[in-house]
């Protein structure tokens, strides 16, 4: 397959886009070419990092906005730029069902929880105050839900007794580091497969 033009949306840090970048700097996503960040937040630290890898950015502010116009403008950005692919790196806002719709089962989101459990914006403090043993990542496709897409890939770590969030989520992130590089590198070069909900990964 051609390698695919992937536009990236982020609302903070950006830790998620840096572990797209380094895989990418060590030759594990060939078919992966980041070509634009969209920061709904002008102070999103994200953009250093876009800068820093000479990564096309554009800042669409949210606060001054509805909904339906940020949508609009990033779509009008990412057809600008042939984006193909879109992963949500810590994107902190619900997408618009057109926007969704535009880009059907082509918009990836990492989330820190093993979904279906625990989705939405809280997700370490709420495994924690309800007593899960066990927690973790999954990366799934976008639809119209709060974190309902169909599941990609899923990996767990286990709830320690004393477990903070702040614990629980240094626990997680080196596995979303890993994960989603790897799945954004499986569907753009092909190799998942949606049937329904359910995904399967074809074999190299």
């Known amino acids: 397959m051609a390698i695919m033009k992937v536009g990236v949306m982020a609302s903070g840090r950006g830790s998620n886009f840096q572990a797209i970048i380094d895989a990418g700097l060590r030759g594990e996503t060939p078919d992966v070419e980041i070509s634009q960040l969209v920061v709904n937040k002008p102070q999103a630290y994200a953009i250093e990092r876009a800068k820093k890898n000479s990564i096309p950015y554009e800042i669409v ?11 609009k403008e ?5 057809e600008k730029r042939k984006i193909q692919i879109i992963v949500l790196a810590g994107f902190m806002r ?14 990836l989101n990492i989330h820190p929880s093993l979904l279906p459990a625990f989705p939405g914006a809280h997700a370490h403090r709420d495994a924690i105050a309800y007593g899960a043993k066990i927690s973790g990542c999954t990366v799934h ?4 839900g709060v974190d309902s ?22 626990k997680i992130l080196v596995h979303e580091h890993r994960m989603l590089p790897k799945a954004l590198q499986l569907l753009c070069s092909g190799k998942v497969v949606l049937d329904g909900r359910k995904v399967t990964i074809k074999p190299d």
């Open 61 to 71: 502010d949210s606060e001054t906005m509805t909904r339906d116009e940020f949508d």
């Open 141 to 144: 496709f976008v639809d119209e």
């Open 94 to 107: 619900i997408l618009t069902p057109p926007f969704i719709d535009k880009y059907k089962n082509k918009i």
């Open 74 to 78: 990033v779509m009008k950005i990412f």
């Open 149 to 170: 897409g169909p599941i990609i890939m899923q990996t767990s770590v286990e709830i320690s007794k004393n477990e903070t969030e702040d614990s629980l989520s240094e």
